[in-house]
């Protein structure tokens, strides 16, 4: 499980208002440099950057809001930011100002400020309505609200963009002249360029070693992942239910999700009362974590709760887990990132695949009105900038190679377990 959960009381970090920093790391590149040595990507692509430029030209309060596959993400968004020559401001969840000193420092300095994902955070929204009430730069805010290495495929959305939009709307609404607040979706999407069998031949060689066999070599490539997903899948399964199920691996993960959330929301919440996985983690994140933090519980109850979010942060993985995702013929990009959420499963961390060229489309802006129209159960703003994203993906996707397997001549030879 990774750091997500912060044992400490929460503090609102507000945003760097200045201009120099962020300056700095443009004209010197720092951007470029942080992706390439963190993270392999080593080229990039901006599409239809005019709209923002239109956009920023009028004077309108705008939203940003990409799709979340990768760690990458709010950091290549400082090259669209280039392009139109502008700064922008971008909510990041707490825990990021808590991994190390320096990331802590760099996201406040380009314009991160924190968001409590384990409660109420008034200061952050309040912030957020005022940046883009008083259109002082753009804001980026992520709808899927978490990382899901699904570059094709988006998650369930959190209902508090279209809410944050809405809010500053009605306060630009109220200036003489009225002025308007927009959202713009940008679809980010990563390209790899390498070779991907020689990339992930010897990663997948070590998982298989961890679960003592013998190295496939002589298996194909997609097989090999699938086979590592249902080992992993297998032993959860064993862990919690006692018993392996039957099924898709799809079908397995929804089960599994139910048998973990289900005995946490009756104790903590009366029973289920939201219907997609994001929102349900949530609420129980919101129930668990504010004592935790406080400090306020016995050894044991906070060992239970600790236990608790494990299973949580469990059930958030299994989610990203899209039936098909891997039919054949799949892309290039489908199994490396496959290949990666299977890594981060089994270290809680990925080791950076270069070189990667990532793509960042942007579609034309979407003004948002002041009252939402009650008639439908989710409001209308997410629909659009959620039809938006996925057409854009969609368009994209076209763009990753189908996957070719290589001749039986290329294979490296097999690694001794």
């Known amino acids: 499980m990774q750091k997500i959960v912060i044992e400490r009381p929460y503090q609102f970090i507000p945003p760097h208002r200045g201009n120099w920093w962020p300056t700095f790391a443009q004209k010197f590149r720092l951007v470029d440099y942080w992706l390439r040595k963190s993270h392999g990507v080593v080229e990039y692509e901006c599409r239809d950057v005019h709209y923002l430029r239109e956009s920023l030209a009028a004077g309108h ?140 031949h010897s990663r997948l060689s070590t998982f298989e070693q961890r679960f003592i066999w013998r190295t496939a070599d002589d298996m194909p490539l997609v097989d090999r992942i699938t086979r590592l997903g249902r080992a992993i899948l297998s032993l959860k399964e064993v862990e919690f239910i006692g018993h392996t199920q039957s099924g898709s691996i799809s079908e397995r993960c929804q089960r599994l999700v139910e048998v973990l959330l289900v005995p946490i929301e009756k104790e903590w919440l009366g029973g289920t009362k939201e219907e997609s996985v994001v929102a349900r983690v949530k609420s129980l994140r919101v129930a668990l974590v504010p004592e935790l933090t406080r400090g306020e519980l016995s050894a044991d109850e906070r060992l239970r709760r600790w236990e608790n979010l494990e299973k949580i942060y469990l059930v958030q993985q299994l989610s990203c887990n899209p039936s098909g995702y891997l039919k054949e013929p799949t892309t290039v990009d489908r199994i490396m990132e496959t290949v990666e959420r299977l890594e981060e499963d089994l270290t809680d961390r990925v080791t950076p695949y270069a070189p990667y060229k990532v793509v960042l489309q942007f579609a034309p802006a979407i003004e948002v ?49």
Not at 170 to 179: E, I, T
Not at 397 to 411: L, N
Request: glycine share 6%; with cysteine; proline share 7%.
């Open 369 to 417: 009105a002041t009252q939402r129209d009650r008639g439908t159960q989710v409001d209308p703003l997410m629909i659009q900038i959620r039809q938006d994203l996925q057409a854009m993906l969609g368009r994209l996707a076209q763009e990753s190679p189908i996957y070719e397997p290589p001749s039986r001549k290329s294979v490296p030879s097999a690694v001794a377990v």
């Open 61 to 200: 309060g705008i939203m940003l809001t990409p799709n979340h596959c990768r760690p990458a993400d709010p950091i290549v968004m400082g090259f669209p930011a280039r392009e139109a020559n502008t700064h922008v401001f971008a909510m990041a969840s707490w825990h990021l100002f808590h991994q190390d000193r320096f990331s802590a420092w760099a996201i406040h300095k380009v314009g991160g400020f924190s968001i409590n994902r384990e409660g109420i955070d008034r200061k952050s929204m309040d912030t957020a309505i005022e940046i883009l009430d008083t259109a002082e730069r753009p804001l980026i805010v992520f709808p899927e609200g978490t990382t899901t290495r699904l570059n094709d495929h988006l998650m369930d959305f959190l209902d508090g963009v279209a809410f944050l939009a809405r809010m500053a709307a009605k306060k630009r609404a109220r200036q003489k002249p009225a002025g308007k607040v927009v959202v713009h979706p940008v679809a980010i999407k990563y390209l790899y360029q390498g070779d991907l069998f020689e990339a992930v």
